[in-house]
T-cell receptor, first 114, second 112 residues
């Protein structure tokens, strides 16, 4: 089992729809969770961080965390063609298990069609 | 401007040559990281450093070396021992225990 798994893509949604990106993790001791957006040929950009159970909203983005189910998701409302990118889920497993390091999923490629 | 810089953006080398990738940050972050990304794949951790003069191996350290003599700088050397060095190399820096990490623009290395 991979430490961080993301739903296999590619994911395609029409403009204006809600895009849902999912991520599961294996280590129950994980403490911090991040979503990065990576445009083709560019470096990852941090777009959301979440640390406690529940929802966190920032503009059109909502991150959802459920530690009991070891599940974190990213919702993008009113999707725009400019949201087309690969989205990476990253998990901080905590100092006790891995020191100060993140484990990344392989990413989900999202395409928003005009 | 605060940020992370990597140079050069593109680098071409012949097989058997060592090459050093630069990474500098002015965010006053204690921790710095080097990742490698291959086409269609996620990020794999090469080395990381949480404090000056100290660093730890990541998951794929073989064939690479680093130094951390200054807080702002964390250069990566790709040695001739690295079997498949062609990749996109990303440097990041991070803060505290929650470990938010911010990435530089990357260096695309091609070895022929």
């Amino acid at each position: 089992q991979k430490e961080v798994e993301q739903n296999s893509g590619p994911l395609s949604v029409p403009e204006g729809a809600i895009a849902s990106l999912n991520c599961t993790y294996s280590d129950r001791g994980s403490q911090s969770f991040f979503w990065y957006r990576q445009y083709s040929g560019k470096s990852p950009e941090l777009i959301m961080s979440i640390y406690s159970n529940g929802d966190k909203e920032d503009g059109r983005f909502t991150a959802q965390l459920n530690k009991a189910s070891q599940y974190v998701s990213l919702l993008i409302r009113d999707s725009q063609p400019s949201d087309s990118a690969t989205y990476l889920c990253a998990v901080n497993r905590g100092r006790e298990t891995s020191g100060s390091r993140l484990t990344f999923g392989e990413g989900t490629q999202l395409t928003v069609n005009p | 401007d605060g940020g992370i810089t990597q140079s050069p953006k593109y680098l071409f080398r012949k097989e058997g040559q060592n090459v050093t990738l630069s990474c500098e940050q002015n965010l006053n972050h204690d921790a710095m990281y080097w990742y490698r990304q291959d086409p269609g794949q996620g990020l794999r951790l090469i080395y990381y450093s949480q404090i000056v003069n100290d660093f730890q191996k990541g998951d794929i350290a073989e064939g690479y070396s680093v130094s951390r003599e200054k807080k702002e700088s964390f250069p990566l050397t790709v040695t001739s021992a690295q079997k498949n060095p062609t990749a996109f190399y990303l440097c990041a820096s991070g803060t505290g225990s929650i470990n938010e990490q911010y990435f530089g623009p990357g260096t695309r290395l091609t070895v022929t």
